[in-house]
């Protein structure tokens, strides 16, 4: 997916802007020679930027315009060090709600809607996003936020609740405890808007058919505005992401190069109109790929993959980048497999070779499950791994997180 025109006319006015600012974030572009961008060639010739540049930037060195024109800050968990300060001017602030609004209008909740808001209000960028997108939209919000799950199911059934907001593992645990409860015929929830967590197909059909309403993944980062930069259609074939307000490219983790449409990578996002903060060529580290072709819906907002894990756990075998994350789907997709796995990787008679070791009880035919782990696998991921299926309880239990993948080739 090439930048366009206008993107690249959009990118070189941030750019621009930022130079002028004299910001860290123009300071470094300056020291690395870079004026402007007038072609696609100049744009991938532009340096990336990482967290630990934002963090370098604290408190307020990312600031690109003058003060008063900052209306509110938003920050990233420091749990992994300094803290991330984006400020937001308030057209920022505007064009996160448009963006935000139009995620809602993408899964098909309208201003009639009453929407039940659970992620945390604060520094961070998660309940305020899903409230300024429902107060655009002229929808009804519920600024719940987390916690206090008595009270969120008795608000749910009195004031009818028709969208759920949240994260995964709290719509999950709000779907068990309304069946424990027994009120499901009191609950009136239609959709659910699921953010900010990485999460398999297990749990999504989970709270699906706990609480019988549709799902929509919604992606976002607090360095990129927040989460409602993208989210799937009713087809649910991918997030559709604005390329309106942000550039998106997947790259290879390893060489920093574009990797073609289908194939999967890192995902890097370069803010088009952003004035507190403006980011280019931003390394998010998550994991997806864009997926070739057009929506049934007939968007032209190309869609991303579901996020299937962080670039730091990735394996290149035979040219082909893999992730843990991947094959651990795959094999959730199998009710007769225990939870337990391991994945080595050796190389062979010079090529690289994968061998899956799966744990069943004695019910299942070893042979005919191999074929079939296998042939989902290479369904998957491209190529057919030796699939080893052994008995339940031969893989080694740990009280800590197991390791589970073991590359052997560099032994
Ligand atoms: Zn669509």
């Not at 429902?134 to 609740?161: I, R, V, Y």
């Not at 094959?327 to 994968?354: A, C, K, N, W």
């Not at 339940?392 to 993948?405: D, F």
Request: glycine content about 10%.
């Amino acid at each position: 997916m090439e930048i366009s025109k206008a993107q690249l006319e959009l990118v070189d006015r941030q750019i621009k802007r930022l130079i002028a600012a004299d910001n860290f974030y123009g300071k470094k572009l300056k020291e690395a020679g870079v004026d402007g961008v007038r072609t696609a060639e100049d744009f991938e010739k532009l340096p990336f930027s990482q967290k630990q540049d934002l963090r370098d930037a604290y408190p307020l060195g990312l600031m690109a315009v003058p003060e008063e024109e900052i209306v509110r800050i938003h920050s990233s968990s420091g749990t992994t060090g300094t803290p991330v300060i984006i400020p937001y001017t308030k057209k920022d602030v505007e064009d996160w709600a448009i963006m935000f609004a139009r995620c809602y209008e993408f899964a098909g909740i309208t201003k009639m809607d009453r929407i039940h808001i659970t992620p945390g209000y604060g520094l961070w960028t998660a309940g305020i996003g899903f409230q300024a997108g429902c107060e655009l939209l002229g929808a009804m919000a519920l600024p719940l936020g987390p916690g206090n799950t008595d009270k969120q199911l008795q608000m749910m059934m009195d004031m009818e609740s028709t969208v759920l907001c949240a994260t995964s593992s709290y719509a999950l645990l709000l779907a068990e405890e309304i069946a424990k409860r027994g009120i499901r015929d009191k609950i009136k929830l239609k959709k659910g808007v699921i953010g900010s967590e990485r999460w398999g197909e297990k749990m999504r059909s989970r709270i699906r058919n706990e609480l019988g309403i549709e799902l929509y993944d919604i992606y976002g980062l607090t360095e990129i505005y927040g989460p409602g930069i993208g989210i799937n259609c009713k087809y649910d074939t991918g997030m559709h992401i604005w390329t309106d307000y942000l550039y998106l490219e997947i790259i290879d983790p390893e060489t920093g190069k574009n990797v073609p449409d289908g194939e999967w990578g890192e995902i890097v996002l370069t803010t088009l109109v952003k004035e507190g903060a403006p980011l280019i060529r931003y390394r998010t580290h998550d994991i997806s790929r864009i997926i070739p072709g057009k929506c049934p819906c007939g968007s032209e907002y190309p869609r991303i993959d579901v996020i299937a894990g962080r670039s730091d756990d990735m394996m290149k075998i035979k040219g082909v980048n893999v992730f843990p994350k991947q094959i651990e789907e795959v094999l959730s997709s199998f009710p007769e497999l225990s939870s337990e796995y391991q994945i080595h990787i050796s190389h062979l008679d010079g090529r690289d070779t994968m061998r899956i070791y799966v744990e069943t009880n004695g019910t299942v035919d070893f042979a005919d499950m191999a074929r079939k782990v296998a042939e989902r696998v290479k369904s998957r991921i491209g190529f057919t791994p030796l699939v080893k299926v052994v008995e339940l309880g031969v893989l080694p239990r740990s009280e800590k997180k197991s390791k589970r993948v073991f590359d052997e080739r560099y032994d």
